[in-house]
Structure formats: structure tokens, C-alpha cells
């Protein structure tokens, strides 16, 4: 357990190193392909910061990922890394941005990091020992009642007709309910942490991959919040879905209300 | 020149940061919650406390000023905008962030005379960010200058907009059908914050080229919309004519270009104006 939190320390250090490296590019300009150069320097940074430590640990990141590179996980212990969540964001400067790191064994969560980077919110948890903002304690809002919910997710990152009826036809399901309101900040792993601050009841979206949501997940849990499949199936990180809430009740209230599109999960081998 | 509304606006930015204290003190207890015109038009008691808090300072410097305060106007009072120095107040905007902490709350406050904003104060208390535009004077977030986005391609934009709290089945259905649109365009992304003073700023920021919404009321964006023109960007109706602030819809963009674009997407309609007198049952 101890060696995880090395791990755990070490992580936090490297992604506040490794966020300097976004502020870096803002200042220049922002272009699609200076953005693809900051994934991928700010990815490799990461991994060869955790290959010097750990030389025996695997990568999951999005860069590498797109490069070719297997995904695949293992029990071996493995680091799985978004360098930038919310790339239109950060393009734009629109200012939620996140470095979001997730670490398993035994494909078991051990512990997940989101940085926030333009609000300087350093949001994360460890299995079994709660979740935290900037050090504070972090409480999922505990809301059972679905039509006293502020529901977040993402709209408009569907390019097919398919899935942006579906899309439109889940919020417009949960908004006539009806539910508070809904809220999108173009980031899965900012937007999955506001359930775990309480400042929202409940996060879906169907489309992103392992890296966006494997520690805003674990951080979610650990406030005591609950994450599952959209069909209300248990939680798996690969298959591209995910409802996260503030309780049981409402985790369910939603899976029962939205649709998926289907989706080729992360850990299925090309064709 | 001497400005002769700077000691006005100088108080609004004074109240505008108190105000939002007792926003951020509210967030650390409880907040109970009431309702309006529906089971999701929330009220609070910050809210109404905020308002009076605002209307006293500003009757006890400015005695001869009028006011449109949200609170005010659900307690009966006229939305009636005369040539008079009028203060134009929306105590919390994003009141259903503010129930839940989500973290997008604004106190704004637009000052008009002759039926013109003069100026506009945006305070996102959460962020700390103090947003003050002058009419000929420029827009600005914590003292630097603010400027819109040089995107003319909408399909290079981020658009914001809200879904708001009207649940009548044909607003609600016209309004998916003009988010369909939009998102098909296709855009970059399309966010929403929660608040209309804040996605004005947003839009003034350059963070996005624009934001359209129908429902909203005057006290909402009075203020942001001369965030928005002072920044270099455009106001338009959802029709694409003259904005109206009393008429519930507006869209706020970077340019022409974009604006345009938006609105041949839009499917509108046309909520009961804020300068409607009340009916009588």
C-alpha cells in the first residue's frame, strides 16, 4: 500500500510539473496542431517522468494511444493519462482544462488525479481514503430526489446523426422530468468532479474514453458518490459509458431514462 | 472628461464585490430554497436579501434613481424602463448554480439612462472576477481589457446557451430543435455555465463567439450586453433584427458573421415581454 502512495505523491508532483507546459503553449497561439503538440509533449513528459521511476509500470494515454500504441489493461500497474481534457476548451481558451491521471493494479483503481489547471484545482482520491479539493474534504451532495437535480454532461461532441439524436433526445427526456437544469463545460473529467464537490448531482455522457474518466471516477466514489454503466450495469472504465451521481437512486433514475449509441470500446483490438 | 456617471459606477462595483460576499458566506450554510412561476424557477432568500442590500445603497447615494430589480419585479413591482438613471439588478444570476454550489454565480447590475446601458457590472462571485464595461470606454475582467474572438467560422466557434426554465412542450421543442441545428452545423462544442451575465462575459472574453438564448429577462443581461459591444462584439434579435433588451431573446456574438450564422438556425418564439404589464386574473 505504501508504494502506492509514492505512486499517488509522485503523480501530483509530475502533473503540476506538467501543467505548466499548457500555459506555455496559451501564450503563443492556438491552432489545432499546436494543440496535438502539446498532448503529445505533455504525455511524453508524463511518461518518461514515470518510466525513470517505474520501469516496470504500463501506460494508458491518449497520445500514444492515437499513435498506435496497444490498449490493453492488465493487472500490472498502470498509468492512464489525459494530457489535455477538453482540448476545444483549451484552443479556445475557454478555461476548463484538466490533466487527468489515473493509476491500477490488478485493473483496480488505486487512485486518480484531475488537475484543473486555469482554476488551479488539484482534485483527487485514493482508494479507500477519500476524496479531496486542494486538500479539502470532497462530498457528493447525497440528492436522491432526480427532479432536484443539476445534471452535467456534454453537448454537441457527436458528429453522427445517430448518436446526436440520441444525444438530444436524453437531455431533453431528463430536462422535461423535470430536472433542475443541465450543464456542459466541455470537460468529462471537470464536469464527473462537480458531482464529487456536490455542485452537481449527477454527470452521464456515452462517447469518451478510458483516459477522460478513470479518476474522476475513483474521485467520485470516494465522495461518497456512485458511478455505473449507463444501462445501470456496474462501472466499466472501457466500455465508453458512464453515469456518475450523487446516490444509487438517482444513478438509476438516469440509466432508466437515457439511451446509449453503440461504441466501440477502448480495449477492443482493431479490425 | 470627467465622467459624470463614474461615481455611479464606482458604487456598483463597490456593492457588486459586498454583494458577493454575502453570496459566498450564504454558500457556506444551507440554502433554503422557494420557488416562482414553476417547480424549477428558484428563489432563495440570498437572493432577496442581495437585492435590498444593492436598492438601499444605491437610494441612499442616488435618491432621485429608479430601479427593475429581479426580486422586485416577482414582488409586483413595474419592469418599466423610462429615460430615468435606472439601476437594473439581478441579485444572483444563476440561481440554480447557487442552490446546488455549482460554481457559476453572478451579481449584475446595468445602469441606464435615456434607455441607454451606460454601464454594466458582471461580479462572478465564485471566480472572483469584477467585469465592468463603460459605454465608449471598453470592457474589462479584473482591470485587463477584454476583446471578442477574430473566429468568422462558425464552424470554428464554441456557442453557449441555456436550456433554461421554461418547460412549456412547444418553447422546450423549439429550443432542442435550435440546439439540433446548431450542433450540425457543426461547431466546435457547445457549452453551458448556467448564467447569462456570465456567458455575455464568456462571449466578451473571446473564450466564445457566442450566445444565443430565449427566456431570459432584461435584468439578466443588461449588463453583459454592453460587456459584449463594449469588447468589440454584436447584440442582435434572434430574428435577426435590433436587440431588444425587454424582449426575453437575445444573441451576443463576436461578429456579424458569426451572429448570422447562428440565427438562420434558430427556431424562435416570443415569451410574454418584460415590459408587459401583468394580466390581471
Same mark, same amino acid.
Given at each position: 500500500?505504501?508504494?502506492?502512495?509514492?505512486?499517488?505523491?509522485?503523480?501530483?508532483?509530475?502533473? *503540476?510539473?506538467?501543467?505548466?507546459?499548457? *500555459?506555455?503553449?496559451?501564450?503563443?497561439?492556438?491552432?489545432?496542431?499546436?494543440?496535438?503538440?502539446?498532448?503529445?509533449?505533455?504525455?511524453?513528459?508524463?511518461?518518461?517522468?514515470?518510466?525513470?521511476?517505474?520501469?516496470?509500470?504500463?501506460?494508458?494515454?491518449?497520445?500514444?494511444?492515437?499513435?498506435?500504441?496497444?490498449?490493453?489493461?492488465?493487472?500490472?500497474?498502470?498509468?492512464?493519462?489525459?494530457?489535455?481534457?477538453?482540448?476545444?476548451?483549451?484552443?479556445?481558451?475557454?478555461?476548463?482544462?484538466?490533466?487527468?491521471?489515473?493509476?491500477?493494479?490488478? *485493473?483496480?483503481?488505486?487512485?486518480?488525479?484531475?488537475?484543473?489547471?486555469?482554476?488551479? *484545482?488539484?482534485?483527487?482520491?485514493?482508494?479507500?481514503?477519500?476524496?479531496?479539493?486542494?486538500?479539502?474534504?470532497?462530498?457528493?451532495?447525497?440528492?436522491?430526489?432526480?427532479?432536484?437535480?443539476?445534471?452535467?454532461?456534454?453537448?454537441?461532441?457527436?458528429?453522427?446523426?445517430?448518436?446526436?439524436?440520441?444525444?438530444?433526445?436524453?437531455?431533453?427526456?431528463?430536462?422535461?422530468?423535470?430536472?433542475?437544469?443541465?450543464?456542459?463545460?466541455?470537460?468529462?473529467?471537470?464536469?464527473?468532479?462537480?458531482?464529487?464537490?456536490?455542485?452537481?448531482?449527477?454527470?452521464?455522457?456515452?462517447?469518451?474514453?478510458?483516459?477522460?474518466?478513470?479518476?474522476?471516477?475513483?474521485?467520485?466514489?470516494?465522495?461518497?458518490?456512485?458511478?455505473?454503466?449507463?444501462?445501470?450495469?456496474?462501472?466499466?472504465?472501457?466500455?465508453?459509458?458512464?453515469?456518475?451521481?450523487?446516490?444509487?437512486?438517482?444513478?438509476?433514475?438516469?440509466?432508466?431514462?437515457?439511451?446509449?449509441?453503440?461504441?466501440?470500446?477502448?480495449?477492443?483490438?482493431?479490425? | 472628461?470627467?465622467?459624470?456617471?463614474?461615481?455611479?459606477?464606482?458604487?456598483? !462595483?463597490?456593492?457588486?464585490?459586498?454583494?458577493? %460576499?454575502?453570496?459566498?458566506?450564504?454558500?457556506?450554510?444551507?440554502?433554503?430554497?422557494?420557488?416562482?412561476?414553476?417547480?424549477?424557477?428558484?428563489?432563495?432568500?440570498?437572493?432577496?436579501?442581495? %437585492?435590498? &442590500?444593492?436598492?438601499?445603497?444605491?437610494?441612499?447615494?442616488?435618491?432621485?434613481?429608479?430601479?427593475?430589480? %429581479?426580486?422586485?419585479?416577482?414582488?409586483?413591482?413595474?419592469?418599466?424602463?423610462?429615460?430615468?438613471?435606472?439601476?437594473?439588478?439581478?441579485?444572483?444570476?444563476?440561481?440554480?448554480?447557487? !442552490?446546488?454550489?455549482?460554481?457559476?454565480?453572478?451579481?449584475?447590475?446595468?445602469?441606464?439612462?435615456?434607455?441607454?446601458?451606460?454601464?454594466?457590472?458582471?461580479?462572478?462571485?465564485?471566480?472572483?472576477?469584477?467585469?465592468?464595461?463603460?459605454?465608449?470606454?471598453?470592457?474589462?475582467?479584473?482591470?485587463?481589457? &477584454?476583446?471578442?474572438?477574430?473566429?468568422?467560422?462558425?464552424?470554428?466557434?464554441?456557442?453557449?446557451?441555456?436550456?433554461?426554465?421554461?418547460?412549456?412542450?412547444?418553447?422546450?421543442?423549439?429550443?432542442?430543435?435550435?440546439?439540433?441545428?446548431?450542433?450540425?452545423?457543426?461547431?466546435?462544442?457547445?457549452?453551458?455555465?448556467?448564467?447569462?451575465?456570465?456567458?455575455?462575459?464568456?462571449?466578451?472574453?473571446?473564450?466564445?463567439?457566442?450566445?444565443?438564448?430565449?427566456?431570459?429577462?432584461?435584468?439578466? !443581461?443588461?449588463?453583459?450586453?454592453?460587456?459584449?459591444? %463594449?469588447?468589440?462584439?454584436?447584440?442582435?434579435?434572434?430574428?435577426?433584427?435590433?436587440?431588444?433588451?425587454?424582449?426575453?431573446?437575445?444573441?451576443?456574438?463576436?461578429?456579424?458573421?458569426?451572429?448570422?450564422?447562428?440565427?438562420?438556425?434558430?427556431?424562435?418564439?416570443?415569451?410574454?415581454?418584460?415590459?408587459?404589464?401583468?394580466?390581471?386574473?
Amino acid at each position: 500500500m505504501s508504494d502506492w502512495c509514492d505512486c499517488f505523491n509522485f503523480g501530483i508532483s509530475i502533473t *503540476k510539473q506538467a501543467s505548466e507546459q499548457h *500555459k506555455d503553449v496559451r501564450v503563443k497561439s492556438s491552432s489545432a496542431d499546436l494543440v496535438t503538440e502539446t498532448d503529445e509533449r505533455v504525455e511524453n513528459l508524463l511518461i518518461s517522468a514515470i518510466r525513470n521511476r517505474y520501469p516496470l509500470h504500463r501506460f494508458i494515454g491518449e497520445e500514444s494511444v492515437a499513435a498506435g500504441e496497444h490498449l490493453e489493461l492488465t493487472d500490472t500497474p498502470t498509468w492512464i493519462i489525459d494530457p489535455i481534457d477538453g482540448t476545444v476548451n483549451f484552443v479556445h481558451r475557454f478555461p476548463f482544462v484538466a490533466i487527468s491521471i489515473a493509476f491500477t493494479v490488478n *485493473k483496480q483503481t488505486e487512485f486518480g488525479i484531475v488537475y484543473s489547471c486555469v482554476e488551479d *484545482k488539484l482534485f483527487c482520491a485514493q482508494r479507500g481514503g477519500g476524496a479531496f479539493l486542494n486538500g479539502e474534504p470532497l462530498h457528493v451532495s447525497g440528492q436522491e430526489d432526480i427532479s432536484r437535480c443539476l445534471v452535467v454532461t456534454e453537448i454537441g461532441a457527436e458528429r453522427d446523426d445517430l448518436a446526436l439524436s440520441i444525444m438530444t433526445s436524453n437531455i431533453f427526456r431528463l430536462l422535461t422530468l423535470p430536472v433542475h437544469g443541465v450543464r456542459a463545460l466541455g470537460t468529462a473529467a471537470v464536469d464527473m468532479c462537480q458531482v464529487a464537490t456536490g455542485g452537481a448531482d449527477v454527470y452521464y455522457h456515452i462517447g469518451m474514453h478510458c483516459w477522460d474518466i478513470a479518476a474522476s471516477a475513483i474521485i467520485v466514489q470516494e465522495a461518497g458518490g456512485v458511478v455505473m454503466d449507463t444501462d445501470g450495469s456496474q462501472f466499466d472504465m472501457m466500455s465508453r459509458r458512464v453515469i456518475a451521481a450523487s446516490s444509487l437512486v438517482v444513478a438509476g433514475r438516469v440509466a432508466d431514462m437515457i439511451q446509449a449509441f453503440p461504441c466501440r470500446r477502448d480495449d477492443e483490438q482493431p479490425v | 472628461m470627467a465622467d459624470q456617471w463614474q461615481n455611479a459606477m464606482d458604487h456598483a !462595483v463597490a456593492i457588486a464585490r459586498k454583494a458577493g %460576499e454575502v453570496v459566498r458566506e450564504a454558500l457556506r450554510g444551507d440554502r433554503k430554497v422557494m420557488t416562482k412561476s414553476s417547480s424549477i424557477d428558484l428563489v432563495t432568500q440570498t437572493d432577496q436579501k442581495v %437585492e435590498q &442590500l444593492i436598492i438601499q445603497s444605491v437610494k441612499e447615494r442616488f435618491p432621485a434613481h429608479r430601479f427593475i430589480g %429581479e426580486e422586485s419585479v416577482a414582488a409586483g413591482e413595474p419592469c418599466d424602463l423610462t429615460d430615468q438613471p435606472t439601476w437594473i439588478i439581478d441579485p444572483i444570476d444563476g440561481t440554480t448554480n447557487f !442552490v446546488h454550489a455549482f460554481p457559476f454565480v453572478a451579481v449584475s447590475i446595468g445602469f441606464c439612462v435615456d434607455k441607454k446601458v451606460e454601464f454594466g457590472v458582471v461580479y462572478s462571485c465564485l471566480e472572483d472576477k469584477m467585469f465592468v464595461a463603460r459605454r465608449g470606454r471598453g470592457a474589462f475582467c479584473n482591470g485587463e481589457p &477584454l476583446k471578442v474572438s477574430d473566429q468568422e467560422d462558425i464552424k470554428r466557434s464554441i456557442v453557449v446557451t441555456e436550456f433554461g426554465s421554461n418547460r412549456d412542450p412547444d418553447a422546450v421543442d423549439r429550443i432542442f430543435s435550435s440546439l439540433r441545428k446548431i450542433v450540425c452545423l457543426p461547431v466546435h462544442g457547445v457549452r453551458s455555465a448556467g448564467t447569462a451575465a456570465i456567458n455575455l462575459c464568456l462571449v466578451a472574453s473571446g473564450s466564445v463567439e457566442a450566445y444565443y438564448e430565449i427566456g431570459i429577462h432584461v435584468w439578466d !443581461v443588461a449588463a453583459g450586453s454592453l460587456m459584449v459591444t %463594449e469588447a468589440g462584439g454584436v447584440l442582435l434579435d434572434v430574428e435577426g433584427g435590433d436587440v431588444d433588451l425587454m424582449s426575453r431573446r437575445i444573441v451576443a456574438a463576436n461578429n456579424r458573421a458569426v451572429a448570422g450564422q447562428i440565427i438562420r438556425q434558430l427556431n424562435v418564439f416570443s415569451p410574454p415581454r418584460d415590459d408587459t404589464l401583468p394580466s390581471h386574473e
